[in-house]
Every structure is written in structure tokens, then in C-alpha cells.
């Protein structure tokens, strides 16, 4: 039984900054990566940004140089950092993560989503 659980989100003006978090809790042994998916009405998930466990960074390139992923020590926990934001970036942002739970078995898990809404 494992669970992510996003926060953060809320309402910004162009130009502005918000720091979503996502924590891993429940039965796991070991996080292998972590990372943010967003997505819009009628649109489907896409990729945002990831952190594997050797510190692989990957972004899409429309967030480039304006938000930043980051994992916390205890490793249960994901960052992501966004400036700059843009009305584009209006979305429900995902966590998501590859980990082996208590049994040591692969799971990929979704948290429930938070809400980013960047307007003016």
C-alpha cells in the first residue's frame, strides 16, 4: 500500500512561481524515481520532469530553464520548483513514481493531482 500525495498548487499570475511537493508514504522499500506529469480538459498526460535515483535529470523542453526538480534527503520526497510561469502552464500536475514496495516488488504509482492555474 503505497501513496503519493502532491501539494502546493493554487492560483498564480504570469511571471509568477509556485513549488508543488509530492511525498511518497506507505510500504516502500526503495524509490527508484520520482517525477511530475501535467495535464489539461481533452488533452492527455504529458511529461513534465523525473529524478532517477543516480540523479538522472530529464525535463521537457517546455519547462526548460524555468522549473527545476529536486528530490529531498530521505528520498521519499520530489520537488518542482516552477518560475516563470505562463498561462501554458495551467494544469493538473501528477507525481509519479517507479519504486519496489515492502515485498520488493515493482510499482509505479499516481498521486491524486494538484491544480496549477497561472492567469492574470
Known amino acids: 500500500q503505497v501513496q503519493l500525495a502532491e501539494s502546493g498548487g493554487g492560483s498564480v499570475r504570469p511571471g509568477g512561481s509556485l513549488r508543488l511537493t509530492c511525498v511518497a508514504s506507505?510500504?516502500?522499500?526503495?524509490?527508484?524515481?520520482m517525477g511530475w506529469y501535467r495535464q489539461t480538459p481533452g488533452k492527455q498526460r504529458e511529461f513534465v520532469a523525473g529524478?532517477?535515483?543516480?540523479?538522472?535529470?530529464k525535463y521537457s523542453d517546455s519547462v526548460k530553464g524555468r522549473f527545476t526538480i529536486s528530490r529531498g534527503d530521505a528520498k521519499d520526497t520530489v520537488y518542482l520548483t516552477m518560475n516563470n510561469l505562463e498561462p501554458r502552464d495551467t494544469a493538473i500536475y501528477y507525481c509519479?513514481?517507479?519504486?519496489?514496495?515492502?515485498?520488493?516488488?515493482?510499482?509505479?504509482?499516481w498521486g491524486q493531482g494538484t491544480q496549477v492555474t497561472v492567469s492574470s
Open positions: 506507505g510500504s516502500i522499500f526503495s524509490v527508484r524515481a
Open positions: 509519479n513514481s517507479d519504486l519496489f514496495d515492502s515485498d520488493y516488488q515493482p510499482k509505479n504509482v
Open positions: 529524478i532517477s535515483i543516480d540523479g538522472d535529470i
